[in-house]
RNA sequence: GGCGCUAUCGUCUAGAGGCCCAGGACAGGUGGUUCUCAGCCAUCAGACCGGGGUUCGAAUCCCCGUAGCGCUACCA
């Protein structure tokens, strides 16, 4: 049985690569009728946090993930690390250097895979140093700990970004010095910035909570991100994770690197904020008219009295209706819709011109305007 | 520097030797519909990194170059 894992480091935000790589492990486990598991990569302890960990759990089930079993917590096995590592201190593969231990690795052999997506990859052993299998703190390396716990854990078949491609020859060696079969490795392209350097802050965002924030439907994300590195055989670029699961192939994933291209996610995003019913929307709408004031923020409202002030969701679902069809991304409504929740309506001249222009054969709406302009004195 | 991965329109991609003077989507241009915007409809422009091979035939296979990215940590 297919068995892969999503193993974050609970050391900041869910990264938007991350984000896809447990996607695709996700889209994998389902396709297969296998598990998806979670592991915990906390072996640093100074840098990783509970906060970041509950963040990226609460990310992944927005974006639609769930895993099959509870959470792998590595700060709980270093005792394991550390006795594994002495078994191959015992069998004369690993030597201890002060109060590390270090792989041996083995000269003029060459280590070679197939990789799900790259195909055959291989490298020299002499291009290798000796690995830490455990530092001088007593903590775990990650590419040791990693093995020990992707073997404990049944792991079949790992995917992860291309930035592991050389990790897996020094795994492949720990795999081979416990007389264990590796897992079958597949790696995937990285995600890049616009304009093709590492994805940063410039490029928009480079967190999963940053989207969120922004207004973007986790539906959207997560096809996106799908997009981005596979399409299905039928050329269809809308569909959900689930859709995409039954369709998933790891052999057709893509195996060059792409850019994050904002207005490709935009357009997905505004096509899913069409199609999203109203009740669905309303919430996430109220939280953006709330934040940008427009509206009294609900969930800090009083629980008696001001009922008069809440707008009802009647009143929000036509304003919706009007504008969901002009608004990439939730955050961009409060701005367009503003005059819905004020009293007064300044009139610029150019708004003046049109609304008053000969064309319009309501005299009577003319005149009302006029009068509109001569009251300016609101504004 | 060493090792590795990759290379089709601006972007994401289709293409697994002839079906390709390369198809789709996003973005862009133009026109139409509309009292504005958005939308919708129509339409245009836009690519096989370079050079060598292999082959009757290459975007597709091989080699070299170039470029991008990754790794080269007692980070993960």
């Given amino acids: 049985m297919v068995r892969v894992r999503f193993a974050p480091s609970p050391t900041g935000f ?22 998806f598991l979670l592991r915990v990569e ?80 291989s490298v020299a052993s002499d291009t290798l ?31 992860r970004g291309d930035d592991h491609i050389s990790n ?35 490029h928009g965002g480079v967190s999963v909570e940053e989207y969120k924030r922004e207004g973007f439907l986790p539906e959207a994300l997560a096809n996106y991100l799908i997009l981005l590195g596979w399409t299905p055989r039928d050329g269809r670029e809308m569909m959900t994770p689930a859709e995409a699961a039954s369709l998933f192939d790891i052999a057709e994933m893509n195996d060059v690197q792409a850019k994050f291209d904002l207005q490709k996610l935009r357009w997905l995003n505004a096509e899913y904020i069409v199609k999203s019913p109203n009740e669905r929307l309303l919430p996430l709408v109220r ?13 800090s409202a009083p629980v008696s009295s001001s009922s008069s002030s809440s707008v009802p969701d009647a009143y929000l679902a036509k304003v919706l209706d009007l504008y969901k069809v002009r608004a990439k991304t ?30 319009r054969q309501d005299g009577r709406l003319r005149q009302e305007l006029r009068e509109l302009a001569g009251a300016e004195v609101w504004k």
């Avoid at 492990?25 to 598990?35: E, I």
């Avoid at 830490?132 to 079949?156: E, Q, R, W």
């Avoid at 939280?287 to 923020?297: F, K, Q, S, V």
Wanted: hydrophobic share 40%; aromatic share 10%; net charge negative.
């Fill in 287 to 299: 939280a953006h008219l709330a934040a940008a004031g427009l509206i009294a923020d609900s969930s």
């Fill in 129 to 159: 140093k000796d690995q830490v299998l455990i530092k001088s703190d007593g903590s775990p390396t990650y590419n040791f700990s990693c093995v020990v716990d992707d073997a404990h854990m049944g792991i079949t078949h790992i995917l």
């Fill in 42 to 121: 906390d072996t640093d302890l100074k840098r990783s946090e509970a906060r970041f960990l509950d963040e990226i759990l609460e990310d992944l089930s927005w974006l639609g993930l769930d895993w099959d079993e509870e959470p792998l917590f590595q700060s709980r096995r270093f005792d394991v690390y550390r006795a594994k590592a002495g078994e191959l201190v015992a069998a004369g593969l690993a030597y201890r250097d002060g109060d590390a231990v270090l792989f041996r690795v083995p000269p003029g052999r060459t280590v070679a895979y197939d990789d799900l997506v790259h195909g055959p990859i």
């Fill in 168 to 202: 897996t020859p020094k795994q492949a060696l720990f795999y081979e010095a416990f007389g264990l079969t590796p897992p079958r490795f597949g790696h995937m392209p990285l995600i890049l910035g616009a304009d093709g350097s590492k994805l940063s802050k410039r």
């Fill in 330 to 359: 939730l955050s961009e409504l409060p701005p367009m819709v503003d005059l819905f929740f004020r009293d007064y309506f300044p009139l610029d001249e150019d708004g003046l011109k049109h609304l008053a222009s000969p064309q």
């Fill in 14 to 35: 869910l990264h938007i690569g991350s984000a896809r790589t447990a996607i695709f492990n996700w889209l994998y486990a389902r396709r297969t009728g296998g598990k």
